[in-house]
């Protein structure tokens, strides 16, 4: 009962999202108001309660907003002084192919800003790039969340696979096992089973996109994509060599970012080449005859022409990839270094009820790009209209995403922390009479216990339902890890094998997370129709989910993976 009653609002969400294609901004108020009344009502939290977990969940959905506006900052900032011309040029002077620009903008250069910064980010930056390139706004968005899949587990320098082996070190111990070896194990077997749906997402995605944005008949054929399955195939397997081979022997932190910086320099080398280029150049129809009934009322603005040298446009960029990777790698291996100061530096907030709210502001990806559109401003050379009117679209396209955002985590701030140890309660997975869990544990626990004899089937579902409503692999892995370590023992099955894949769908989940799609709606223009996009993007959720549950038990058949405590 407690977990079809903490399914409600998500439920509601769904279908509202969904199937009645509310923007997200209308039904998740509605989900909030629905979680506060069932917390209040069933899991016996007081309205005090309710109201402090919805302020801090306001507070850390404004931290998340920073992120966003600094990368619309940086994408208006650029189109204003003429620099996203100057860029548009590289990208369309190594193909006018639109399927040839959406692998190397949307899955490598996403993947590099995922590896770097993670948290939504590389939605938010890719997907304006492709704007600058030609691309139809909502043709931007669906690419851009569904290539930011495959390097989310080892995202921000390996923080979501980290922070799952924060919560599981002593369950690994306990049961007779290595913590250093269990992390190895983990970091391996998630990169194996992403690697090898890296080719499937990244061919799905051109096929979505020429059947959805083809200009006619003709360019809408199915036929199209796979005029450039072999370099996909030669994308795919560079990325996934040094991919693999980085979490085989080095560890979470430089996973995605190392595979796709190589990646991007060789593909980009090999393609000036015209190495693998299809003979047959696919573009979109002209921008009159796009289908603009999708468009929010906030259009990105259309980059402004110039003569601005190349690397002169790509100094911003440059300057951000920099700032993230020295700063993101330097804390890690370091932690008592300058970085890891900066990561250690919070602003403290004290709350009502003796709480308080802490924000690591100096870590925050957004204030970089801040940072660096205030540098940009000299260095384009930018008159102070260029620049009020860049600022001034930036805040007008927040805007849209700021209600969303706001509730979304409000609600999940009271999914996470509306436990009650004086309600006992017996646990379906396994029986236990225990105090009753979150609302996100009774989810998770009666999706296990449906699923018992099949649990491998749900495992990498739950990561997706995590990461779906927290926006966030690194907070579906904090929440989960631990449950699915345990189900794992309980029903016999490799637990690294199981939390594998926690980490898998909770990657996953990040195309079609509302907090991503969200911020893909806002900095694309196309607030609003975030219900379309979570459709659209569905069926590549799904079809990863199935590939890394075959590739799990292709693993578990061939005893590569061992039962801890068995």
């Known amino acids: 009962m407690y977990a079809i009653l903490a399914f409600i609002p998500i439920i509601v969400t769904v279908v509202l999202m969904v199937a009645f294609n509310w923007p997200a901004k209308r039904a998740l108020p509605l989900a909030w108001v629905l979680a506060a009344i069932i917390g209040v009502a069933v899991w016996k939290m007081s309205i005090g309660a309710v109201a402090l977990q919805t302020v801090i969940g306001f507070l850390e959905a404004f931290a998340v907003l920073v992120i966003i506006f600094g990368a619309i900052l940086i994408m208006n900032t650029l189109s204003s002084s003429g620099a996203m011309a100057a860029i548009n040029g590289m990208f369309t002077g190594i193909s006018p192919d639109a399927r040839i620009q959406a692998i190397i903008i949307g899955f490598i250069f996403g993947a590099f800003i995922e590896g770097a910064a993670g948290f939504g980010t590389p939605a938010a930056l890719a997907a304006p790039l492709l704007i600058s390139v030609g691309f139809p706004p909502l043709a931007a968005a669906v690419v851009a969340l569904i290539y930011n899949s495959v390097p989310v587990c080892y995202g921000a320098v390996g923080t979501p696979t980290n922070s799952s082996m ?12 290595n913590v250093d070896s269990f992390k190895a194990d983990l ?17 799905i995605g051109i096929i979505l996109l020429v059947t959805m944005f083809g200009k006619d008949a003709e360019h809408k054929k199915v036929a199209k994509a796979f005029e450039v399955l072999p370099f996909i195939i030669f994308v795919c397997v560079v990325f996934d060599v040094i991919y693999l081979l980085i979490a085989k022997f080095i560890g979470p932190e430089l996973v995605s970012l190392v595979a796709a910086v190589i990646t991007l320099f060789v593909v980009l080398f090999t393609s000036k080449k015209g190495f693998l280029m299809p003979k047959n150049i696919w573009t979109f129809g002209k921008k009159e005859t796009w289908d603009h009934s999708w468009l929010s009322t906030t259009e990105v603005p259309e980059p402004k022409q110039s003569d601005m040298s190349l690397v002169k446009a790509w100094i911003p960029y440059l300057l951000i990839g920099l700032a993230l990777v020295i700063t993101r790698v330097w804390s890690t291996l370091q932690p008592d270094s300058w970085a890891g100061a900066m990561k250690a530096f919070k602003v403290t907030l004290p709350l009502f009820g003796g709480a308080s709210w802490s924000w ?7 204030i970089i790009f801040i940072i660096v559109g205030l540098i940009t401003i000299p260095l384009h050379g930018m008159n102070g209209d260029t620049v009020k009117e860049a600022w001034k679209n930036s805040f007008n396209q927040v805007k849209g995403a700021a209600i969303a955002l706001l509730f979304g985590v409000a609600m999940v701030y009271i999914f996470r922390n509306s436990a009650n140890d004086g309600i006992q309660v017996s646990y379906m997975i396994d029986g236990r009479t225990a105090g009753l869990g979150s609302m996100l544990t009774m989810m998770a626990d009666g999706l296990g216990s449906i699923f018992r004899g099949a649990y491998i089937v749900i495992a990498p579902l739950i990561g997706v339902l995590g990461s779906f409503m927290s926006g966030s692999n690194t907070v579906s892995n904090t929440l989960f890890s631990s449950l699915q370590f345990e189900t794992a023992t309980l029903v016999g099955l490799p637990q690294v094998i199981i939390v594998a894949l926690q980490n898998n769908g909770g990657a996953i989940g990040n195309m079609v997370c509302v907090n991503n799609v969200v911020s893909a709606c806002a900095t694309t223009g196309t607030i609003g129709n975030e219900g379309k996009i979570i459709r659209t993007d569905f069926l590549p959720c799904i079809v990863y989910c199935v590939i890394v549950i075959v590739v799990s038990l292709i693993v578990i058949s061939l005893g590569g993976a061992t039962v801890l405590g068995a």
């Open 187 to 203: 970091t391996f077997f998630s990169a194996v089973n992403m690697a090898v749906g890296a080719f499937f997402i990244v061919t």
């Open 166 to 177: 924060a919560t599981l070190g002593e369950s690994v111990t306990s049961l007779g096992g």
């Open 360 to 366: 690591a502001i100096l870590w925050n990806p957004g």
